[in-house]
């Protein structure tokens, strides 16, 4: 039963996402503007999530706004909505031209983290259109692999998944994913880690993010501790009527004595990337997540 439900789900997906796909391109755009506008006024539970987050990090002067929230937040819906058809477009196998404007900066400091041959990890976090990040790396600059949760619609699944592998992503799932990672990384190979979100207390850290504590996650910094590997950070942002790729420096990693303590500080280090990002793209990270939940609060 449950099989024939998630079909069922698959074809109304399918129904309701084909006209958007064969729309001309600005057509598209614009409609994913209006849907974000839409969903902004329908989705009252997620925007008074997002404004209550964005408030906070205001509050606790982790962040400084140039708009009011209210307005800050109906950007980042807006966003929602333009990556939503921008990535209906590429699964439909319609939108190459959206990877291809994709501008790459900072690709020297990856070409020098391969020469290495430690492994590159690749932390980022959910910003801009994240989906379109992978996709673009995997496609304009080496294939790699991406630490992702399966969705649990299988025929859902199975689309995204031979997309991701047609434009170079090998996918990793987070079961078990510990030791396929540190496998890559041994044979020299990539892998990217999305880091922002609260994890469980097992997963994590207790580490302030944009000015309050929650569960961070610490397996990027038990990895590259273990392997050795050059941590780079690349976030996508929107430019003009495109996106921007920027991949960063190489972030040094503490190998202090103390390893629960190394572990720790590596985490606040690689989180202070997100941390950045959202400071020059306020609207483009994932407010409606409940990024605060498992600590309490002070």
């Given at each position: 039963m449950r099989r024939v439900l998630w079909l069922l789900q698959f074809l109304v997906i399918?129904?309701?996402?084909?006209?958007?796909?064969?729309l001309p391109f600005r057509m598209s755009l614009k409609l994913g503007e209006?849907?974000?506008?839409?969903?902004?006024?329908?989705?009252?539970?997620?925007?008074?999530?997002?404004?209550?987050?964005?408030?906070?990090?205001v509050e606790r002067r982790a962040l400084l706004l140039s708009s009011p929230p209210e307005e800050i937040i109906?950007?980042?819906?807006?966003?929602?909505?333009?990556?939503?058809?921008?990535?209906?477009?590429?699964?439909y196998g319609l939108g190459r031209h959206i990877i291809g404007d994709v501008e790459i900066k900072g690709i020297e400091h990856f070409r020098e983290a391969c020469e290495k041959g430690a492994g590159v990890l690749v932390i980022t976090?959910?910003?801009?259109?994240?989906?379109?990040?992978?996709?673009a790396f995997s496609e304009k600059i080496t294939h790699f692999n991406v630490v992702a949760r399966p969705i649990d619609n299988p025929y859902l699944n199975k689309v995204v998944e031979r997309t991701r592998r047609k434009y170079g992503n090998s996918v990793i799932y987070k079961k078990g994913a510990l030791k396929k990672v540190l496998s890559v990384l041994k044979q020299g190979g990539v892998v990217a880690i999305l880091m922002d979100q609260s994890v469980v207390p097992a997963e994590g850290?207790?580490?302030?993010?944009?000015?309050?504590?929650?569960?961070?996650?610490?397996?990027?910094?038990?990895?590259?501790?273990?392997?050795?590997?050059?941590?780079?950070?690349?976030?996508?942002?929107r430019a003009g009527s495109g996106h921007r790729i920027e991949i960063g420096g190489p972030i040094r990693i503490d190998t202090g004595d103390d390893s629960e303590q190394a572990v720790y500080r590596n985490t606040v280090i690689f989180s202070r990337r997100v941390e950045e990002y959202i400071e020059r793209n306020p609207a483009e990270w994932l407010w409606i997540h409940r990024r605060w939940k498992r600590f309490p609060s002070a």
């Open positions: 399918f129904c309701l996402t084909l006209p958007v796909a064969v209006c849907l974000g506008d839409m969903l902004f006024l329908v989705w009252g539970s997620r925007r008074r999530i997002a404004i209550e987050n964005l408030r906070g990090a109906r950007g980042h819906f807006r966003n929602l909505g333009k990556s939503f058809v921008e990535v209906v477009k590429i699964y976090g959910h910003c801009g259109n994240w989906e379109l990040n992978a996709l850290v207790a580490a302030e993010f944009l000015g309050r504590k929650d569960y961070t996650m610490k397996t990027p910094a038990v990895i590259a501790m273990k392997t050795g590997a050059t941590v780079l950070p690349a976030f996508i942002s």
